[in-house]
DNA sequence: ACCTGTGAATAAGTTCACAGCA
DNA sequence: TGCTGTGAACTTATTCACAGGT
C-alpha cells in the first residue's frame, strides 16, 4: 500500500492529526491509539490507521502510537520539519487578524513580513512585523519566502499572486473570493469565508 | 439522475458558481454556457453541468444557462432565498474582522448579533451591531436567530457550541482549532486557517 | 487481549462520449 | 452548428474484516 499514490485527502487530514496529537501531548500521553486519536479529533480509527499506513509502519500492535514520533513524522511528510516562512499581503482587518493570530508556530509557520497599499498603515509594527511599501514586494525572493497569504480586495488578487510568483513565491493561501490563474508548478488555497457560510442553510432542517 | 442523492461534493460548489455567475451579470451577460462559466470559475464544464443536472434542467441546447434564472436556482438549493441572521462570537482580532467583512449580503447572509466576554468592548456599536454581554447568547432564540459564527479561544469553544444549540442555532461556522462534538441535526463547518496554511510546503517542489 | 496494517469490497465522485433538442 | 443532459466507464476514497505482531 506503501507505494501507491497518496490520496489528497489524506494530505487535508495530516494537520488535523498533528492537532490532536498535541492535545495528547499536553496530557502527558507518551503512546496514542487510533481509537483513542479518533476521541480527540473526530475521525474513525480504520481511516487514521489506513492514512498512516501510506507512509510507512508508525505503529506498535498491541500498544499504539508513540506521540512524539508520530508528530515528527507528520511533520516530516508535510515538509514542516524546516521552519517555513511566509509573506502577507494586504493587511486590512483580515490581514491584521492574521498578523495577530498564535495558531501558526504549532505547525512551524511564521509570517515574517506584512504588505500594504496604505500609506497611512506602512511604517507600523505589529508582533515584530514592520508592514512595508507593496512595491518591496518582489524583494522577497531575496529573503527567501516561498510562502504568502494574500488579504486583498477581489479586483486586486490577480495581480498580487503574479508578482508573488515572480518573486518566487509556491504556495498561496487566499482569502480573497475569486478564482485565481497560476502555473501548475505553484499551489493555491483559497479560503471563502461567506462561501463556506452560504453552504450551512443547505444542510439546516426546514425550521 | 435528479433523483438520487446529491453529492456533498456539488453543494460545496454551488456557491462557487453563484460567485461566477455575479461576475458575468456585472458584465451584462444575459446567457451562459458551461464552458464560459468555466472561465469564471476554474472548474470543468462537464463538471458544471453534471452538478446542475442533479436538480433539473436549467439550461437550454445550443444556449446555454439563463444568469439570474441560474443564480435564483441555486439560491433556492442553498436556502440563501430567504435572508438567513447569523450571530457573532468572539469578537477579537478574527471577530472584528468578520464583523467588518463585506461579502455575506450577495449570499443573503447577516450578522445580526455580537457577542464577548471582554467588557471593555461590549457596548461598542461596529456597523450597526452593538456587541453585547456573552451572558446574553440564549436570548438569540427570541430574535430566530439559526446560524452562528464562532472566533473564541479554543478552550471555550465547545462550551459556546453547547450554549448555541441549546439557544436554537443549527447552523455553525467555527474559527476554533478543535473538533467540536455536535448532535447529528446541527451542521458545523470549521475553517481552521493554520492548518489549510500548513498543507501548502507538501504541494510545492523541494527549492 | 489489544491494536496495527492492509487487501478486498464498497461507496463516492469525476470524466467521457454522445444522444437529443434549439 | 452549438450546447445541454446523462448513462456508462473510470478514478478516487472509505469502510470492512481479519491476519499478524506485542
Known sequence: ??????????IRRLPIYLRGLILASEQDQKNISSTNLADYVGIFPWQIRKDFSYFGDFGTRGVGYNVVKLMKEIKRILK???????????????????????????????????????????????KNITIENISRLSGIKKRKIKLAVIAVPRKAAQETVDVLIKAGVRGILNFSPC??????????????????MARLPYYMPAS
Open 80 to 126: 514542516l520539519n524546516i521552519d517555513q516562512k511566509a509573506a502577507l499581503v494586504g493587511v486590512g482587518n483580515l490581514g491584521m487578524a492574521i498578523l495577530a493570530f498564535p495558531g501558526f508556530g504549532i505547525y512551524g509557520l511564521d509570517i515574517a513580513a506584512a504588505f500594504d497599499v496604505n500609506p497611512k498603515i506602512i511604517g507600523r509594527k505589529i
Open 179 to 196: 478564482y485565481l490563474i497560476v502555473p501548475k508548478k505553484v499551489k493555491v488555497i483559497t479560503i471563502d469565508i461567506s462561501m463556506d
Open 1 to 10: 500500500m506503501r507505494y501507491s499514490r497518496i490520496p489528497d485527502e489524506t
